[in-house]
């Protein structure tokens, strides 16, 4: 299911798989000398690393799991590539797979950088997104707010109660997303460490 790393972090066989869905295969990729190889469903091939030109990392919570990474890839001639921090285990089970993504996109980005190719590194979701989104989080965190108030008002502090717990979770959740996702560049020696599993 995943790559073999030492003990120290460190990529021994420079492999990595996940299954992005519950029913899909596995995606299987492979840092070799000069590309990187996959086998993503029907998709297979090599990307060489001078070809990569823009490698996206962000930070992408789903319901069934909180903590969950992605990196994206965009190579000349070559699909793009994702890669994800957690593996589909059962129809309610999603598997953690932090040691061995950090390992290999770190790897990953060595090699990316030693190619010398024109590289654009991108961090978080894109602005125009990011920013409406946040817009959305001030706007409802406001109503939430005004309705516990309002609830307060009438003493009704059961629902208050309700409101304010619902809003205390949302404002933990959504402001952890805003946080990591805020759209910024980074080198490959610099990976974002709020992008990036713990070591």
């Known amino acids: 299911m995943a790559d073999t790393t030492s003990r120290s972090g460190v990529v ?17 990729f492979v840092l070799e000398p000069d590309a990187l190889a996959y086998e ?5 091939g090599r990307i060489p690393y001078r070809n ?10 789903m319901s069934i799991q ?8 965009w ?5 793009k590539i994702e890669l994800v921090s957690t593996s589909w285990k059962s129809m309610v089970e999603h598997q953690r797979l932090d040691p061995q993504y950090r390992a290999f996109i ?35 965190s406001l109503a939430m707010a005004a309705m516990v108030a309002r609830a307060m ?14 809003l205390a979770f949302f404002l933990w959740q959504a402001g952890n997303y805003f946080h990591r996702n805020r759209p ?16």
């Open 40 to 44: 993503a469903g029907r998709k297979a």
């Open 106 to 140: 770190v790897e990953l980005h060595k090699r990316i950088a030693q190619a010398g190719g024109a590289v654009r590194f991108d961090q978080g979701v894109a602005a125009p997104v990011y920013w409406l989104g946040v817009a959305i989080f001030v706007l409802a």
């Open 66 to 73: 909180t903590v969950r990474f992605r990196t994206e890839l």
């Open 12 to 28: 021994t066989n420079a492999t990595f798989a996940y299954r992005p869905s519950v029913l899909g295969a596995t995606w299987t």
């Open 52 to 61: 990569v030109r823009r490698v996206r990392m962000s930070f992408r919570p």
């Open 153 to 166: 008002q009438a003493k009704a502090w059961g629902a208050a109660a309700f409101i304010g717990t619902f």
């Open 184 to 199: 910024r560049r980074y080198s490959a020696d610099a990976l974002p460490a709020d992008l990036m599993p713990k070591a």
């Open 75 to 79: 190579a000349e001639g070559a699909p």
